[in-house]
């Protein structure tokens, strides 16, 4: 399809809904050098069993001064920027690369992937199709391949265990997973706002944003604000806030349960350390992997800079009332210039207002025309 | 050289009497005074819950950049919330009184508007009225919008302020609304937003906030005062104890009042040990209010 038609298209159908997400973007955008488009070679020319760290971290040059870990003014090392944790590297290794124990993709096939997921990301509307009413990423620079993500060529982001595949989950996890999968699938009717999903309804993005912290499909940016005693995470969409306490205050009780769960931080070195727990079931859509999880779930966080532009996150899953045994994952954070403009999802939704009236009239519709 | 002692008795007494009589009538100048001092707050506290005079000589504790430290977790204890104006207690309307009985009604309060009355243009001032009958469907708070500026630091929940670098973070616990506070920056808004673009600086002891570029949707409160997307606040925070903040913000907005108004009012430390801020997802609470009208089968 050529841009004109395109736009053409969008100038009816771009829904006021997200006019702040595209600002945000925009101005994200406009301000940012493009991305590094070198891809950095694997940390280790990669055998080993267990993958290093993640690739992205790029090592300078030996000339080069010594990197040192930025401070903040009362010491810590220096989290606070704008930041993406976008990538093109899946989450679990596919089957024939753990048969082959292949850990990195070679430099021919990463810029493959690449480009076939940046086709992708552009052909994911399709003229004439209920998806392409709603918007398309790749018109508004939306799509990460337009914007600066890892060159992370690791064949998955599980670390741990070393195939890079989630364990086995229990019975009983299986079963809360696919509950909870299939009472979200039902979601979607239209005869009340409650029926549609949490993410359409700006409540909360879908997949959550976390904890842990997924790569998203696309505005995958975050905020970090950093004091002596807590760390503020802002996520783009929907503008959801984590407020990491670092006083090492107890937790509160199991009755007290957040979305996005509650979190205590701590630092190890130049690590920060963040454990999560006190999760409630609602989040729909969360990452196959986590839909399962019990009120016994915890999360580790583990970040570290890595660089000037860069810091490590690693999460690691423990439950096991679901997986037979913990898992952990690594990927890299890449800077990107910010700033970050208000989300308000929910403010501008008209979207659902749209889909509501529009069931209503179908409704009616139906009703005219008695046994057609 | 003067030497009391070589003064005659006679003048001696006559100047001691002096001396008395002076001492005497300062005390009673500075009884007098510090009564109308006392009066004088009592009167202003009573009139616009002003804070209390600051006590000029209080040094907040600084962060180790030599700032302020104003981090932690602070709430307003009044109700400006219901209406920023001093107001009698009021019901909603029978018909909701009928399902949530008093739970329903305005409580009253003091205000803490400079002077009691907002300047509203005559043309704003109709449209303020007609806010507040259209208060429980139209207020921005019910829809879980975000709350705008200054409504974000009274509303009945507590905020988080953590403070930065270059960035102080306000986050309340309403709707988990976030103030981003560029420090000695002088950028400007890209675009109206809820909460407008914040430039902050410290004066001394005081952090100064000047934000603009807000659109024109939120309100200041559940009574329906409002504003326009010209409005401009400049707040001014000082802390005047380990536990209180006083705040203080200039609100100009030409396209619906006749002049500039000032607001202020304490803001309280939460001092409870586990104090953090929770989860208030509040759009799934809005949504029987706006979306209800489109629902299948009417709620019963």
Redesign the interface.
């Known amino acids: 399809m050529t841009t004109d038609k395109r736009r053409f298209r969008m100038s009816h159908k771009f829904p006021v809904l997200i006019a702040?997400t595209l600002?945000t973007a925009a101005?994200v955008i406009g301000q940012q050098t493009p991305a590094t488009r070198t891809p950095a070679a694997p940390a280790s020319a990669g055998t080993s069993a267990k993958a290093p760290a993640p690739a992205a971290t790029a090592k300078a040059p030996a000339a080069a001064k010594p990197w040192v870990t930025p401070r903040?003014?009362?010491?810590q090392p220096?989290l606070?920027g704008y930041w993406t944790n976008a990538t093109y590297a899946p989450l679990e290794r596919a089957p024939a690369n753990v048969t082959a124990n292949k850990l990195f993709f070679t430099k021919e096939e990463y810029d493959a992937r690449v480009k076939q997921a940046a086709l992708a990301d552009e052909a994911q509307t399709t003229p004439g199709t209920t998806g392409d009413v709603h918007y398309d990423f790749t018109q508004f620079g939306l799509d990460k391949s337009q914007n600066p993500f890892a060159q992370d060529m690791r064949t998955s982001m599980i670390t741990d265990p070393p195939d890079g595949r989630i364990p086995a989950q229990t019975a009983e996890g299986q079963k809360r997973g696919r509950d909870r999968t299939a009472a979200y699938r039902t979601a979607g009717g239209?005869?009340?706002?409650?029926d549609i999903v949490l993410g359409s309804?700006?409540?909360?993005y879908n997949p959550p944003p976390g904890p842990p912290m997924l790569p998203q499909g696309y505005n995958g940016n975050y905020?970090i604000?950093?004091?002596?005693?807590?760390?503020?995470i802002?996520f783009e969409q929907i503008?959801?806030?984590r407020?990491i306490?670092l006083d090492n205050?107890?937790s509160?009780p199991l009755s007290?349960r957040?979305?996005?769960g509650?979190s205590r931080g701590h630092w190890e070195g130049d690590t920060l350390v963040i454990e999560t727990t006190n999760f409630d079931e609602r989040p729909q859509g969360r990452n196959a992997a986590l839909a399962g999880i019990s009120d016994n779930f915890k999360l580790i966080e583990r970040l570290k800079r890595t660089g000037e532009d860069t810091f490590d996150y690693e999460f690691t899953v423990s439950d096991p009332e679901t997986f037979v045994k913990p898992w952990t994952a690594s990927m890299p954070f890449t800077r990107i210039k910010g700033?970050i403009?208000?989300a308000?999802c929910?403010?501008g939704n008209y979207g659902?207002?749209d889909t509501?009236?529009g069931?209503?009239a179908a409704?009616a519709a139906a009703a005219k025309k008695p046994g057609q | 050289m003067y030497d009391p002692a070589h003064l005659p008795k006679k003048i001696l007494e006559i100047q001691q009497m002096h001396s008395w009589r002076r001492f005497t009538a300062f005390l009673a100048i500075a009884v007098i005074a510090c009564l109308a001092i006392v009066m004088a707050s009592i009167v202003s506290m009573a009139g616009q819950q002003t804070p209390a005079p600051a006590a000029a000589t209080y040094r907040t504790p600084r962060t180790k950049d030599g700032k302020p430290d104003f981090n932690g977790i602070w709430q307003a204890m009044n109700n400006a919330n219901w209406d920023i104006a001093p107001h009698n207690a009021e019901r909603a309307t029978l018909k909701i009184e009928a399902v949530i009985g008093a739970l329903s009604a305005m409580p009253p309060g003091l205000g803490i508007v400079e002077g009691g009355v907002l300047p509203y243009l005559p043309a704003a001032l109709k449209q303020r009225k007609e806010n507040f009958e259209k208060r429980f469907a139209e207020d921005p708070e019910a829809k879980c919008y975000l709350p705008g500026v200054p409504r974000f630091i009274y509303m009945p929940f507590p905020f988080q302020i953590i403070q930065g670098t270059d960035h102080i973070a306000m986050v309340s616990e309403y709707k988990g609304a976030l103030r981003d506070i560029y420090m000695n920056s002088t950028k400007k808004a890209p675009a109206d937003s809820w909460m407008g673009w914040s430039n902050g600086k410290w004066d001394g002891e005081t952090l100064v906030i000047d934000t603009t570029g807000f659109n024109d949707r939120s309100w200041f409160d559940r009574s329906g005062d409002f504003h326009s997307d010209a409005l401009h606040v400049v707040e001014r925070i000082t802390a005047a104890s380990p536990y209180h903040l006083n705040y203080e913000a200039t609100i100009e907005d030409p396209q619906v009042f006749s002049k500039p108004f000032k607001i202020s009012m304490p803001l309280y430390r939460r001092m409870e040990k586990n104090i953090e801020l929770l989860e208030y997802r509040c759009v799934e609470y809005s949504e029987e209010l706006i979306y209800g009208k489109y629902r299948k089968v009417p709620l019963q």
């Open positions: 702040g600002l101005v903040t003014p009362d010491g220096d606070q239209y005869n009340q706002v409650q309804r700006c409540i909360i905020q604000i950093q004091s002596r005693d807590a760390v503020m802002l503008g959801d806030i407020i306490p205050r107890p509160p007290v957040n979305t996005m509650i700033p403009f208000e308000a929910h403010e659902i207002e509501m009236k069931a209503r409704d």
